[in-house]
């Protein structure tokens, strides 16, 4: 069965608590999904995953949260991963006033498509009331979450 590996880097608990919002939709839609703080598993375990949604907000001058540091070195540092089996898509958490807006999430999508990996959705980049932005990516991900995991 695939799983669905919700990956949140987070500072204040904003991409945490939407993280688990997104899971939960996942769940109640059929589609099987964890929840995973960055902070708490080895960066390499990416090379076995094959779904990845990343859900992280952007910390001073468009850094990682400290939670997601770690993962952001790996995937920018190392030469020879190879993603090709992945899909992934990313929910970016910023605020328009600072000059790096959502950066760490711009990063991540970079770098995961930089080692082979197949975006499932674009990239969504929300300002600080992302309440009623993310509906529609959401429901756009889990209409082709659905198609991929049938196929």
């Known amino acids: 069965m695939n799983v669905i590996n919700i990956l949140f880097g ?3 608990g904003n991409a945490q608590n939407l993280a688990h919002v997104i899971g939960e939709a996942l769940e109640n839609c059929g589609i099987s999904s964890q929840v995973i703080d960055m902070g708490e598993i080895d960066p390499e375990s990416i090379t076995e995953m094959k779904f990845v949604l990343v ?22 540092f190392q030469d020879k991963i190879d993603l090709s089996h992945l899909h992934y898509s990313v929910l970016s958490l910023g605020d328009s006033y600072y000059p790096h807006f959502c950066q760490c999430g ?29 509906q529609v990516w959401l429901e756009a991900l889990i209409k082709v979450l659905k198609n991929k995991l049938q196929g």
Do not use: I
Not at 106 to 122: E, N, R
């Open 106 to 134: 711009k990063d991540f999508d970079q770098y995961l498509s930089k080692h082979g990996g197949h975006l499932l959705v674009s990239r969504l980049d929300c300002d600080l009331y992302y309440e009623e932005q993310y």
């Open 10 to 12: 987070s500072q204040s």
């Open 55 to 76: 859900v992280t907000s952007t910390y001073g001058d468009g850094e990682p949260p400290d939670n997601a540091s770690e993962w952001m070195s790996y995937l920018k």
